[in-house]
């Protein structure tokens, strides 16, 4: 939608001079929305890659002063937080070039808008597959390593108790996890969506 277009129809109508300033307003406040969207998805990336690099580089220092001849299973924890790390940056390399404009009209904006919610909607509503499991396959690997160990020495009561205990108490972790990131599609992805929705819907009737 050409803005000048937009504010010489608007302008036609009583009142005009009123709707043409809002819709100027309009336009400054959902690219302010939109670039405070992008700031805050970028430093909530930034702090899950940060996290991931320290879990990988203190598991691996761990593994190596331990020793890497008993103490190599711990590298799935590792593994699995290289997995989160990579998924996310790989994630915003494909993304790269969906960057918020400076220009360009209000029905350009509100759609960019849309595909950035839209996409953080389907990221957090598959936490599970690409940040969770791995996580989850990465601490059961060394768990079940050293249960088995222990069952073929015939130590199992000394690890079959933690184990149970670390199991449920990770588990509970990643289910509320899970359930705080549904929470935030529901309570702030979900709502913003319908809006941006609503908005499109309203301009493209306009432009008929």
Known sequence: MDPEKLRQAWQSQPGGAQIRIDADVLVREVRRNQQGFRATIFWRDFREIFVALIVMVSVSLHVVSRGIGRHWPWLGLSAGAAFVAGYILVDRWRRRHETPR??????????QSLKDVEHQIWML??????????LIVGALIPNVYFLVADLATRKLRTFLGPFILSSCIFAAVCWGAYLLNQY?????????????????????????
């Open 102 to 111: 400076i220009e360009g009209d209000l029905l350009s904006h509100i759609e």
């Open 125 to 134: 509503k598959n936490v599970f597959w690409w940040y969770l499991l791995p």
């Open 184 to 208: 935030a599609v529901r309570r702030g992805l979900e709502p913003r969506r319908r809006e941006l929705m609503g908005m499109r819907e309203s301009l493209l009737k306009e432009e008929e």
